[in-house]
């Protein structure tokens, strides 16, 4: 799998609602699903690094830059 369809896989399972943004709700659910405790300082610091123009949700353009600096 390349890494544009792991991101892109990964963009569309945290995005629940489909509207092409992560909300912070989204990303909190996304992670208890997948049995990953996340704490809301550990979102609130993710979001402060991926969300670049800082509305309170990532886009996909967002994601990707933050994907690609995690390496
Ligand atoms: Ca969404
Ligand atoms: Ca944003």
């Not at 896989?9 to 629940?16: V, Y």
């Not at 610091?45 to 995690?70: C, H, K, L, T, V």
Request: charged share 25%; proline share 1%.
């Amino acid at each position: 799998m390349s890494t544009n369809e792991e991101l892109t896989r990964t963009f569309n399972e945290l995005d629940m609602n489909d509207d092409g943004q992560i909300t912070m709700q989204e990303f909190a659910s996304a992670m208890s699903a997948r049995g990953e405790a996340v704490s809301d300082s550990e979102i609130a610091s993710i979001f402060a690094d991926a969300d670049s123009d800082q509305d309170g949700r990532i886009s996909f353009p967002e994601f990707a830059a933050a994907w690609n600096r995690a390496g």
